[in-house]
């Protein structure tokens, strides 16, 4: 599976000097909620016209750029995602004429996301203004017929739908006071975790792909931003690293208590 994410440079049109930043970040911010995606996928390109980064006038004589050197952080994510874009349209049909209802969006990577999904890839725009249509988009192509592309603005839409598609696992949330089940770690990843039988002080325990002495499992006593997964060796039955609930990501040493930890294997109903 692929997903193409095209940035709409036809959406970036500003009417107040000041109003790029918001539409900006809000473009960022969904894009990285597309570099959270867990499942095994072939590739997610972020596909970005030239004209957006290089020739975008927001100000007489002001190019988008300049715009980004008034901003460090913003200069730095943006840099990071050209970095890893595909500057180049891929698909589109230099000779034909594409529309989103009477506008002529040829040569633009709306016409783009048209041909991606006609090839079969998950084909998603990225809207700087929330004034384009949202949260799909009708485009024809002349003589050819029409694609229902999805098109969103805001972020928390966007992640509704890729979860509904099951693209985006649900994880846990931080910010709440109650305690979370494996169902919500990612644990829940069949691709990654294989439940045994067997529990840990009643959590069950998980075998890792790949690293057969590995068990872990969900600290059941902790909530909100305390919360972390266990991870034990068999052979040692012993506690060997903590991990972070929605990544494998062992992201501190164990303390004097976790080092003596003893695991103790039961079998669960």
């Given at each position: 599976?692929?997903?193409?994410?095209?940035?709409?440079?036809?959406?970036?049109?500003?009417?107040?000097?000041?109003?790029?930043?918001?539409r900006?970040?809000?473009?960022?911010?969904?894009?990285?909620?597309?570099s959270?995606?867990?499942?095994?996928?072939e590739?997610?390109s972020t596909?970005?016209h030239s004209?957006?980064?290089?020739?975008?006038v927001?100000?007489?004589?002001?190019?988008?750029t300049?715009?980004?050197?008034?901003d460090?952080?913003?200069?730095?994510?943006?840099?990071a995602?050209?970095?890893?874009?595909?500057?180049?349209?891929?698909?589109m049909?230099s000779?034909?004429?594409?529309?989103v209802?009477?506008q002529n969006?040829?040569?633009?990577?709306i016409?783009?996301?048209?041909?991606?999904?006609?090839?079969?890839?998950?084909?998603?725009?990225i809207?700087?203004s929330?004034?384009?249509?949202?949260p799909?988009?009708?485009?024809?192509?002349?003589?050819?017929g029409?694609?229902t592309?999805?098109?969103?603005?805001s972020v928390?839409?966007?992640?509704?739908?890729?979860?509904?598609?099951?693209?985006?696992?649900?994880?846990?949330d931080k910010r709440?006071?109650?305690?979370?089940?494996?169902?919500?770690?990612?644990?829940?990843?069949t691709?990654?975790?294989?439940?045994t039988?067997?529990g840990n002080r009643?959590s069950?325990?998980y075998?890792?792909i790949?690293?057969e002495?590995?068990?872990w499992c969900l600290?059941?006593f902790?909530r909100?931003?305390?919360?972390?997964?266990?991870?034990?060796s068999?052979?040692?039955?012993?506690q060997?690293?903590?991990?972070?609930h929605d990544?494998?990501?062992f992201f501190?040493?164990?303390?004097s208590?976790e080092?003596?930890?003893?695991l103790?294997?039961?079998?669960?109903?």
């Amino acid at each position: 599976m692929k997903i193409n994410a095209y940035l709409n440079e036809l959406s970036f049109e500003v009417t107040n000097p000041d109003d790029w930043a918001t539409r900006f970040d809000n473009a960022i911010s969904c894009l990285n909620i597309l570099s959270k995606i867990k499942i095994p996928i072939e590739s997610i390109s972020t596909i970005i016209h030239s004209r957006i980064f290089l020739s975008i006038v927001i100000e007489p004589s002001t190019k988008f750029t300049e715009l980004l050197d008034r901003d460090k952080g913003r200069k730095k994510s943006f840099t990071a995602i050209y970095k890893t874009a595909v500057k180049d349209y891929l698909f589109m049909d230099s000779k034909a004429q594409y529309y989103v209802g009477d506008q002529n969006v040829s040569q633009t990577s709306i016409a783009d996301s048209y041909e991606s999904q006609k090839s079969g890839a998950i084909t998603i725009l990225i809207n700087f203004s929330p004034t384009f249509p949202s949260p799909t988009v009708d485009i024809i192509k002349k003589e050819d017929g029409s694609q229902t592309i999805m098109s969103y603005h805001s972020v928390e839409a966007l992640t509704t739908k890729l979860q509904e598609l099951k693209i985006l696992r649900t994880f846990y949330d931080k910010r709440s006071n109650t305690r979370p089940n494996d169902s919500l770690t990612i644990l829940s990843d069949t691709s990654l975790f294989i439940p045994t039988e067997y529990g840990n002080r009643k959590s069950r325990l998980y075998r890792r792909i790949g690293h057969e002495d590995e068990l872990w499992c969900l600290d059941r006593f902790h909530r909100g931003n305390s919360i972390h997964l266990e991870v034990f060796s068999e052979s040692k039955k012993k506690q060997i690293a903590v991990s972070c609930h929605d990544e494998i990501n062992f992201f501190r040493e164990l303390n004097s208590s976790e080092k003596n930890r003893t695991l103790i294997i039961e079998r669960m109903p």
